[in-house]
């Protein structure tokens, strides 16, 4: 399965980049066979990717950090 991390600025609000590089992504590989990842904030950049992702049906996860409460999505180990 191939993992795609995407991570940006906690500013950034483009979101009609984001939406065009995600539905690229789901043009380019069978949806079944890829997962976006991201840091899990709430803002910027992995908000719109989640957003994005998880509304084109695609397969989501999160890298959070230690410190940080894990999420429903989250990809690291216990």
Known sequence: MLKVLITGSKTYSNK??????????KERYNKNNFIVATRGEKQGTDKYIKSNV????LSYGEFIP?????????????
Do not use: A
């Not at 009609?16 to 992504?25: A, E, G």
């Open 16 to 25: 009609i980049k984001i939406k065009n590089f995600i539905f690229q992504l």
């Open 54 to 57: 998880l509304d084109f049906g």
């Open 66 to 78: 230690r410190h940080k409460k894990k999420t429903l999505y989250s990809l690291m180990p216990n």
